[in-house]
Structure formats: C-alpha cells, structure tokens
C-alpha cells in the first residue's frame, strides 16, 4: 500500500480543566489516502472539528496534542511549532471552514488574499501570484475572475463566498483539505453545487479530503470512507456504502435511523434516546452504552475496543448485517 | 459621495449656530464687562455710553445676530482688554496652541496604538501587563496633576527642561513655531507629554480591546490556516479591522486635545490660545471668548467630518451603497 496523504495514529487531545483532564479526541486512527474523501461524522461535541484542528495544528490552547502521531506526506507534523508549522499550512494542509461570510477578511479585497496567500507558500512573483489567484477563482466556478478579483468579500453571496475559500484554500495546492462542515451555513439550493465543486477539484488534484460534517447527505454524495464519531472516540470506519446501508455500531445505525429520506413517508422520524455524554462525566465501559438498545453486561464495565486496523465497529457486540436487514 | 459630504457640511454649519447660540447666551450670567474696562472712578454717563458703543445695550438675540454677521466675514469685533481686532490676537495665538496640540495627538496615536497592539499581541506576557498597569495611572491623574509632577521632576530636580513659555520661536510668514529652535523643541516636550498622556492611554486600551476582538474572528483563524506569516495576519489583517472603531474615538479625542489645552496651557504658561480664553474669561472679554468657542467647535465639527471621510477609505463596506448607486 502507498503512504497515506494523512495517517492520525492513537491521536489524543486533552484539554485541562480545574476539575479534570477532558478528551475532546479520544485515542482516534484513521488515514486518508491520495485523492480519497474521508466523511468524519457525528453530534456536536463529538471530537470531530476538534481532530481537525489538531491535524493543522490550531488547537486554541489550552487544548494540546497529548498522545499519538500525525503524518503528512510520510512527514511527522504533530510536534511542530512556529515557523515549520506555518509553511505546512496552506502549503501542505489547506482548511475550509464553516461559515464563508465571516472567514473572509472585510477589509481586502479577495485577490489581495489569494495572492498574499500563493506568495507565502510559493517561489512566484508577484505578477504571477495574480495569474495564480484569477486562475484559481476561474477553477472554482466564478464568472469574470479576472475583474472580480478586485472585489470585496461583501460584494459576493453566501454561496460564491464559500468558492472563493476553496480557492483560498486549493491555491497554494496542499495535498490534504479539511474542510471543517463547508455548507452548513449555505442555503440548501448551493450546499449541493458546493459539494459537487469540492470532490471534483480535489478528484483531478488528487487531494485528500478531510470532509468534517453532521449532514448524512453529505457524506452519501461525497465521502469514499466514513469515519463516525461519538464523545471523543472513533466508533465506526469504514467504506461509505457499507456504513450507510449495513452500519455494524449501534451509535452509527441510529444515526442512519434518525436521518429523514423521502421514502419512509410520514412516519415518526426515529430518535436515539438521551444525548451525548458531557465529557466530564462520561459513563463507565463503552460511553455509548446508556444510551444502546443492544446493551450487555460486558459493555457497563469494560471499555469498547479501540479501532485500529482502518475498518470495522468499536463495539463489544458489533451488529450481525443479516440481523439488520430484517 | 459629493452629495453626503455637502449633507455633512450642511449639518456642521448646523451645529455651529447652535452652539454659538449657547456659548452666547451663556456670556451674560460671567458678568459685566463694563466693570473691567472703567476703573473705580467713573460716572453713570461713562457706564452708559460705554455701554450703547459696545452695543451691550440692545436685546442679546440682536447682538448675537451682528456678532454672526461679523464672524462670516472674520471679523470677531475688538478684544474689550487689548483693544485690538480679535481675529488678530487668535492669529498670534494659534500656532502655540496647534503645533502643542499636533505633537501631543501624534505622539498620543503613534505610540497609543503600538502599545496597544503590543498589549493584544502579547497579552499574557509581563511587560504587556505591565504596561497596562501602568496605564491606569495616565488614564486617571488630572491633566494639571501630571504637568505639574513633570515640572516638578524634569524642570525643578533635574533641571533638564524648561517649566514654562515656548522657548524661542521663529517667525515664518504669519506662524510662529517653536520646530525650529533648540529652545522651542525642549519647551514642547513636558506640555506635549502633558496633554497627550491620557489620550494615548485611552487609545491604548481601546486599540487593545478591538485588537482582541478581532483576533477571535474566523478570518484571523483562516488567515492563519492559510499559513500567512504571523507579521501578515497581525498587522495586514487584524490592525486594519481594529482601526475603524479606533478612528471614530481618536478623532473625537484629537478636539479635546485642542479644547482641553486650556489646562495644560495654564500650568506651563503656554502662550496658546486656551491662555487666551482663561484670561479672556477673568476679564469678561466677551469677543475674544465667543470667537475661541467658535474656533474650538469648528475645529471639532471638522474633525468629524474628516473621521467620517475617513471610514469611506478603510471600509470598502460603506462604500458599497454609492457603487450599487451607479
């Protein structure tokens, strides 16, 4: 097998506190490989984000790195400070964040920031940094790049405001793209027109895609492999098709039971009962298992098994397909 | 953008009228200037005509009215102690005050916004609390308090600099500055430190607090994802957003440096036009008061305009409904 693009191993990030140390991400183990999409879900709160700004190393302190390894590109980057760290960025690791309407800056104009940006990374002149900017809005799907890369942020909409932050972050063309929930702030009508944009761009690159998001939607149309998370821990990897349609952790099969789809008509919209546990009070044993319907005695006591090998359930009892099924 | 600055120069001239209208009416409750001006020995026929040639006895709104009358073609009467046109004796006066009052807010905004980055940046290092501490005191001593603990250490101990005056001037056209003469330079020193220290304590604070607001934002986040140098996102990104509150407070500021003067003048015996007023308000000289008013609150009234004028150069938001417009 090749190297991975990103491998996490055993990655655990502690925050802290006066009353205890919290574990936002809990011994967690994926890789995303060249030009594959990692879907990572799960609730609020649940690690995800959290993992992703471990991996581009802007934990906002106190939270830190405590145990585990991050590799890019085969180059260990978990340790990294300063100046090394900022070339990686951009550079190696671009990152998509939330909301387009506050993640550009006001004041400058969007090719300022593109430039400013291929000019921090990349051996060009100036000249050729705007060649590189408007070719970059060009490939993001916005009309008259060059006359708009003159124009303010506030000049665009939602929609054509998050394209212009995928620009910023392909521009420099990182081999690994976080893209930290993309279209949770759009519309509906543009969520879908800016997926389609981010697997395609990073499809003909050849760019892994961290794709950080709640929306099962999402995942379905974009991601190669699913990660799911729950209060910290990496529960269920897998191939897309097999998470969705045959999920083997409890957590994971009422997430898929609780996602709304045209075809179940008007019944109930099923509910996982109770809420994620805070992470300063989590449960004994498997921290899913208050809240399991196929919960044992082992599952009380003994903390789930830890998922290691890239594919299968963190679960005592994973659930038998054929047993689903029906 | 010509229609806006003629609707704010329309509202100024409002103001204007407004307050020598308050200023005005004010003047007859400080007392009566025909005491002054006759000595111990006068008739009730001196008084009398004294009174009609100065026009003190027609009805205030018609005095106001002539003195309006006058003050649109520059004449601001004759000054009831000097017996000279008032417009000369502020022409004489002015430069003391406005060269004291131009080194005291560059040295209140240069060094007020570089401490308070300073303090931003490094907000939990020592020398940031340090100074932030410190800066308590210049916020809360009285103006007069400093100047005199200024002279008392540099003029009376240590002997360094002079205690009171302008030093040597030179004459250049109408202005007299004190730039240009060893003497002169020295004596600006204590004043201009007088009279700035609280506005540039006051900037400080203000530049600090804005600075960590936007340090929160998303774009500050993103611009580091990008892997833009720390230099770039502080001072690029974050300065450039804390400005535009920033310019709103220091612009009113810079008016006070002018009008509060007056203090600073009176400890160190500058020979400005807040001298003026005081000695103008000890001896009832009401042209010279109401043409000071009216100096101060043109100075102010123009201050505005020009804060204003300036948002539309830093934010390219405000300049979004003119663009729309054509």
């Known amino acids: 097998m090749t190297t991975p693009i990103l491998s996490i191993r055993n990655l655990t990030v502690e925050i802290p506190t006066r009353h205890g140390i919290l574990r936002p991400v809990d011994n967690v183990s994926y890789d995303i490989g060249k030009g594959e999409i990692l879907g990572v879900v799960g609730e609020s709160g649940a690690g995800k984000s959290m993992a992703g700004n471990a991996v581009i190393g802007l934990l906002s302190p106190p939270a830190h790195i405590a145990h585990g390894e991050i590799h890019v590109n085969g180059q260990r980057v978990d340790h990294l400070h ?31 920031q593109l430039t400013e940006t291929i000019l921090a990374h990349l051996d060009v002149s100036r000249a050729q940094a705007e060649e590189r900017a408007i070719q970059a809005l060009d490939e993001v799907g916005i009309p008259g790049a060059r006359e708009r890369i003159n124009s303010y942020p506030h000049e665009f909409s939602g929609g054509m405001r998050q394209r212009v932050v995928i620009a910023l972050a392909l521009c420099a063309e990182p081999s690994l793209i976080i893209a930290d929930e993309p279209t949770t702030a759009l519309d509906v009508s543009v969520q879908a027109q800016i997926i389609a944009l981010l697997k395609d761009l990073c499809r003909e690159r050849g760019t892994a895609v961290m794709l950080i998001t709640h929306d099962m939607g999402v995942i379905a149309e974009a991601a190669d492999r699913v990660a799911v998370m729950y209060a910290g821990k990496l529960v269920e990897l897998g191939p897309v098709r097999d998470v969705l349609t045959t999920p083997r952790h409890p957590y994971t099969d009422g997430l898929m039971g609780s996602t709304p789809l045209a075809s179940r008509g008007k019944d109930r919209l099923h509910q996982i009962p109770g809420a994620m546990p805070r992470l300063d009070a989590l449960p004994t044993g498997c921290a899913f298992h208050p809240r399991c319907p196929f919960v044992q005695e082992k599952c009380r006591h003994d903390p789930a098994p830890v998922l290691t090998d890239g594919t299968g359930a963190a679960c005592w009892y994973p659930l038998d397909k054929k047993a689903e099924v029906a | 953008m010509l229609a806006y600055v003629i609707r704010r120069v329309a509202q100024s001239a409002l103001v204007l009228l407004i307050v020598g209208l308050v200023a005005f009416s004010m003047f007859r409750f400080v007392g009566d200037p025909i005491d002054n001006m006759l000595g111990q020995e006068r008739t009730q026929a001196d008084i ?15 005095q106001y009215v002539k003195f309006l009358g006058g003050a649109i073609q520059g004449n601001f009467g004759v000054s009831y102690r000097q017996g000279r046109p008032v417009s000369d004796i502020l022409m004489e ?16 905004i240069s060094i007020g916004i570089a401490l308070g980055v300073f303090t931003a940046i490094r907000r939990n290092g020592f020398t940031a609390n340090a100074i932030m501490s ?19 250490l540099f003029s009376v101990e240590l002997g360094w600099l002079p205690s009171f005056g302008r030093g040597d001037t030179v004459r250049i056209g109408g202005w007299t500055t004190g730039f240009l003469t060893e003497s002169g330079l020295k004596a600006l020193i204590l004043p201009s430190i007088t009279l700035g220290l609280y506005q540039m304590t006051l900037i400080m604070r203000l530049v600090r607090s804005e600075m960590l607001e936007v340090l929160r934002q998303d774009y500050i986040r993103f611009a580091r994802a990008r892997g833009l140098r720390e230099r770039a996102v502080n001072f690029r990104h974050a ?22 003067a007056i203090i600073t003048e009176t ?11 005081i000695n103008a308000i000890q001896f009832v000289d009401i042209p010279v008061m109401a043409a000071y008013l009216m100096l101060i609150s043109v100075m102010f009234v123009g201050i505005n305009l020009i804060v204003d004028l300036l948002y539309f150069s830093i934010d390219p938001r405000l300049r979004a409904d003119r663009t729309a417009a054509h």
């Open chain 2, 48 to 62: 009398e005509r004294l009174r009609t040639q100065l026009g003190l006895d027609q009805p205030f709104p018609v």
């Open chain 2, 267 to 277: 400890v160190f015996q500058w020979p400005g036009v807040g001298l003026l007023f």
């Open chain 2, 239 to 260: 300065l450039k957003n804390t400005l535009v509150p920033v310019i709103t407070v220091t612009g009113l500021q810079l008016g006070s440096i002018i009008a509060f």
């Open chain 2, 93 to 108: 006066r002015a430069p003391a005050t406005l060269e004291l009052a131009a080194v005291s807010g560059f040295l209140a």
């Open chain 1, 82 to 112: 300063g100046d090394p760290m900022r070339r990686l960025r951009g550079k190696e690791i671009g990152m998509v964040f939330q909301d387009p309407l506050t993640s550009l800056n006001p004041l400058l104009r969007i090719g300022d």
């Open chain 2, 134 to 152: 410190l800066s308590l005191i210049g916020v809360s001593l009285p103006t007069f308090l400093i100047g005199i603990l200024l002279i008392y």
